[in-house]
Structure formats: structure tokens, C-alpha cells
């Protein structure tokens, strides 16, 4: 009989102080004066764990400016 395995833990939503405690506040500058809002870039540096280009790079292909 096949067993399934069973599911990973669910990912734990950071708190908002870990959330902005992750990203730097230069590379979140950086990317408002690309045009972007703030709220969104620092959502996608959370995401791409402080890396400026990929999170250009979503902010891009998901967002607006």
C-alpha cells in the first residue's frame, strides 16, 4: 500500500518587527526612488530576504509602480 508522506510544517508569518528588522533602510530608498511605494518594496525585500535586485526584479514582474 502507498503511504503519503506527510506535509512540511506551514511557514510561520513573521511579526512585523522581524519583517522590517530583515531588510535595510537603504535598500528600501533605493527602490522608492526607482518608483516603487514603499509598502510594496519593503514586501519584496522581505521576500527576496534584502536582496535589492531580486526584489526589483519582483516588484517588476508583480507590481506596479
Do not use: C, W, Y
Request: charged letters at 25%; glycine letters at 4%; hydrophobic letters at 40%.
Amino acid at each position: 500500500m502507498f503511504r503519503v508522506p506527510p506535509l512540511p510544517p506551514r511557514h510561520q508569518q513573521s511579526s512585523a518587527a522581524e519583517v522590517l528588522m530583515s531588510i535595510t533602510e537603504p535598500h528600501v530608498r533605493q527602490l522608492i526612488s526607482e518608483g516603487f511605494d514603499e509598502n510594496s518594496a519593503i514586501r519584496a525585500l522581505h521576500l527576496s530576504k534584502d536582496n535589492v535586485q531580486l526584489a526589483r526584479d519582483i516588484l517588476i514582474e508583480f507590481g506596479q509602480r
